[in-house]
C-alpha cells in the first residue's frame, strides 16, 4: 500500500532529523528502496529515471553494509557480501550500476525486492521480534533480548 510507505518514509524522515547520522544504516536503505518503490508506483518517472533512482539506493546498500566488514586491506565487495548473506548477483547489479552500462529496470526493481527481503529478515524482523514477545515471559529474558537488538544496531547497522 503505497499511503502506508508514504506515511512510514514520513516518519522516517522525523527520525532522521532527531538522530541524524545516529540513524540505523538498515532504516536508512530501508527508506531509500521503499522511497523508489513509491516514485515506480506513482508513475511520474520516466524509466531511465527509475533506474537511478534504484541504482543509487541499491548501490549505497551494498556499499553501507559492507563498509564496516572492510579491514584495512582491501577486501572484495563478493566475499564482504558472501559473509553478510548478500546475494552475488546483488553485488553484480551494483558493479553494474557503477561502473558499467546501467541494467534494465526489471533488474533494479528485482534487486530491490530481494534487498528488503534480507533486510526484513536480518534487521526488522529482529526488531519486531522484541515487540511481539508474549507477556508471560520472565523480565529477565525480555531484557537480554533488548540488549542484544541493542548492540545489533550500534555495531552492525550504524
Same mark, same amino acid.
Given at each position: 500500500?503505497?499511503?502506508?510507505?508514504?506515511?512510514?518514509?514520513?516518519?522516517?524522515?522525523?527520525?532522521?532529523?532527531?538522530?541524524?547520522?545516529?540513524?540505523?544504516?538498515? $532504516? %536508512?536503505?530501508?527508506? !531509500? /528502496?521503499?522511497?523508489? &518503490?513509491?516514485?515506480?508506483?506513482?508513475?511520474?518517472? @520516466?524509466?531511465?529515471?527509475?533506474?537511478?533512482?534504484?541504482?543509487?539506493?541499491?548501490?549505497?546498500?551494498?556499499?553501507?553494509?559492507?563498509?564496516?566488514?572492510?579491514?584495512?586491506?582491501?577486501?572484495p565487495l563478493r566475499q564482504l557480501a558472501r559473509?553478510?548473506?548478500?546475494?552475488?548477483?546483488? $553485488? %553484480?547489479?551494483?558493479? !553494474? /550500476?557503477?561502473?558499467? &552500462?546501467?541494467?534494465?529496470?526489471?533488474?533494479?526493481? @528485482?534487486?530491490?525486492?530481494?534487498?528488503?527481503?534480507?533486510?526484513?529478515?536480518?534487521?526488522?524482523?529482529?526488531?519486531?521480534g522484541n515487540n511481539l514477545c508474549e507477556e508471560?515471559?520472565?523480565?529477565?529474558?525480555?531484557?537480554?533480548?533488548?540488549?542484544?537488538?541493542?548492540?545489533?544496531?550500534?555495531?552492525?547497522?550504524?
Amino acid at each position: 500500500d503505497s499511503r502506508l510507505q508514504q506515511e512510514a518514509l514520513d516518519r522516517v524522515s522525523a527520525w532522521k532529523s532527531r538522530y541524524g547520522p545516529k540513524m540505523p544504516l538498515a $532504516v %536508512d536503505c530501508t527508506a !531509500e /528502496l521503499i522511497r523508489c &518503490k513509491v516514485l515506480d508506483s506513482s508513475g511520474r518517472l @520516466k524509466s531511465h529515471e527509475l533506474i537511478l533512482s534504484y541504482g543509487l539506493a541499491l548501490v549505497r546498500f551494498v556499499n553501507l553494509i559492507t563498509e564496516r566488514k572492510q579491514k584495512m586491506v582491501s577486501i572484495p565487495l563478493r566475499q564482504l557480501a558472501r559473509e553478510v548473506d548478500i546475494p552475488i548477483w546483488v $553485488v %553484480d547489479l551494483r558493479h !553494474e /550500476l557503477t561502473h558499467g &552500462k546501467l541494467p534494465r529496470l526489471a533488474l533494479c526493481r @528485482k534487486g530491490c525486492d530481494v534487498v528488503l527481503d534480507w533486510l526484513r529478515k536480518t534487521y526488522w524482523s529482529r526488531q519486531l521480534g522484541n515487540n511481539l514477545c508474549e507477556e508471560s515471559e520472565d523480565e529477565d529474558e525480555e531484557q537480554e533480548g533488548v540488549e542484544a537488538n541493542a548492540e545489533l544496531d550500534s555495531d552492525a547497522w550504524e
